[in-house]
């Protein structure tokens, strides 16, 4: 059974760092096309940062630059990279795996449970 589960979060005032990372079982992430999503209450969820089996980013707007996705096949987990993070940046993250590196979250089948990130002075 597929399971994805992301660690780190919690909270940290503005312009301070953060690393997330989502633990793949029954599921190799190297060849794998994987994203992060965030969803702020009231918001909807939406892509972050994308990954696809070459090992190729995307990035949205709002956090390129600043965020760095990266597959470590050797643990099998999806990290990213959080930096310069400001108080808009607060939502839940969650780690995606589906067929293609898309922004849109229906594409993905499976999903982790998510993380909170808070960021606040």
């Known amino acids: 059974q597929v399971q994805l589960e992301e660690i780190g979060g919690g909270s940290v005032p503005p312009g301070r760092s953060m690393i997330l990372s989502c633990k793949a079982t029954?599921?190799?992430?190297?060849?794998?096309?994987l994203g992060w999503f965030r969803q702020a209450p009231g918001k909807e969820r939406e892509g972050v940062a994308m990954i696809d089996g070459e090992y190729r980013p995307t990035y949205a707007d709002f956090v390129r630059g600043r965020f760095t996705i990266r597959k470590e096949s050797q643990d099998n987990t999806l990290d990213l990279h959080m930096n310069s993070l400001k108080p808009e940046d607060t939502a839940m993250y969650y780690c995606?795996?589906?067929?293609?590196?898309?922004?849109?979250?229906?594409?993905?089948?499976?999903w982790g449970q998510g993380t909170q990130v808070t960021v606040s002075s």
């Open positions: 029954a599921y190799t992430v190297r060849a794998a096309c």
């Open positions: 995606a795996a589906g067929l293609t590196p898309s922004r849109v979250p229906v594409a993905y089948k499976y």
